[in-house]
């Protein structure tokens, strides 16, 4: 054996550890699933982030609050005193539950942000599977359910800035770069990557107002068109309906007095979790390639997902959908009856209302309950 020949087998030995480790090392952040949910840090965007964090992404939490304070945040609705919702906080507890939190302090309302945090990501992690828009914003000492005439083009700009606009623009900004990741980490197999728009019954019938109707529909409508465009690039959509929800902000409503007025009525206790609308994301993100490609762009119910996907909320409970008669008549039918009638709906029949779904052209016609005055 010549010596040159001996030089390079020494050098492929001392070499091996090294190229092992590299192997591994590219292999681990390649196969890891990266996610960024914006209005991370508090409500529904931050129990889907938490979520993903349980099932393993790299999660990046973007939103307004930080504990650096250098997002200037004009109105925000109340929530309990000592509670540490920030996108710092939010990225550690995604660390705690086995995925890899990343906060990113971020104002969505500011054209520019988003893209320029995307950006960045991107250039770190080569691959976007996950994109979740939750941020929504409603303008400060509004009368949520006031007439549209009444309210001024602050609650337009408020809840279609961000809720809308800036909903199109982070899509606009991360479709290529999921289009990428599709092509370099695709296939059959595989999950493909989606975006979830955060979106609410308001989309299919009336809710708190006109502004806050369209918006909704809009967002609806926004997830279906991309859906036609980017299916031949195996990148799927989806908008999501969570039921009513404890938010930390609506449990302090309850707190404060003003929930029954805002919500009509509804009780709060019986909702949903912010946890059961991630729990509905991780599900959806996990669904092969053909099963999510064939509803992309659909909407889809957190409450049906369960019963349909196999998941529950946190107390081991599965609220009904929003359209279910199990929902709609003790919320609203019931106390009607009562009212007219003078006495209580009897138990046997509260406690035996089945599980049936409206259809939604049923649930979607006409006003209303409290307006109904047909």
Request: proline share 6%; hydrophobic share 40%; net charge negative.
């Amino acid at each position: 054996m010549s010596f040159i020949q001996m030089k390079m087998i020494c050098f492929s030995i001392l070499s091996l550890p090294f190229f092992i480790s590299s192997v591994f090392s590219l292999s681990t952040t390649s196969n890891q699933r990266v996610a960024v949910v914006t209005g991370a840090s508090r409500g529904i965007g931050r129990g889907i982030a938490l979520e993903l964090g349980s099932a393993g992404y790299k999660v990046y939490t973007l939103g307004r609050s930080s504990r650096t304070n250098n997002v200037p945040i004009d109105f925000q609705r109340a929530v309990a005193d000592n509670l540490d919702l920030t996108v710092e906080s939010a990225a550690e507890e995604v660390t705690k539950r086995g995925g890899q939190g990343y906060p990113i302090a971020c104002d969505l309302s500011q054209d520019g942000d988003f893209e320029s945090a995307l950006e960045k990501i991107y250039n770190d992690e080569k691959r976007l599977d996950v994109l979740v828009c939750s941020a929504y914003t409603t303008p400060a000492g509004s009368d949520l359910r006031g007439e549209f005439w009444t309210q001024g083009m602050e609650m337009w700009d408020a809840v279609n800035g961000v809720g809308l606009r800036q909903v199109y623009a982070a899509c606009h900004c991360a479709a290529p770069k999921m289009i990428e990741t599709a092509k370099t980490f695709g296939s059959e197999e595989s999950s493909p990557p989606l975006i979830c728009l955060v979106s609410s019954f308001g989309g299919k019938s009336y809710t708190f107002n006109v502004a806050y109707g369209v918006g909704k529909a809009a967002i609806d409508r926004l997830s279906v068109d991309m859906s036609y465009q980017l299916k031949k690039y195996g990148v799927a959509t989806t908008t999501l309906y969570p039921g009513l929800v404890r938010t930390e902000a609506n449990l302090q409503m309850e707190v404060d007095g003003t929930w029954d007025k805002a919500s009509g009525n509804l009780d709060l206790s019986q909702g949903e979790t912010p946890a059961f609308s991630g729990r509905a994301v991780v599900k959806l993100a996990s669904l092969p390639k053909s099963a999510m490609m064939e509803r992309s762009g659909n909407v889809e119910v957190v409450a049906e997902l369960a019963n349909e996907l196999g998941f529950t909320d946190v107390d081991g409970n599965t609220p009904p959908s929003i359209r279910s008669l199990k929902y709609l008549l003790p919320n609203f039918v019931f106390p009607q009856v009562e009212k007219e009638a003078g006495k209580p709906v009897p138990d046997w029949i509260k406690d035996n209302v089945p599980d049936i779904l409206l259809p939604w052209s049923v649930f979607s016609s006409g006003p209303p309950p409290e307006t109904d005055n047909r």
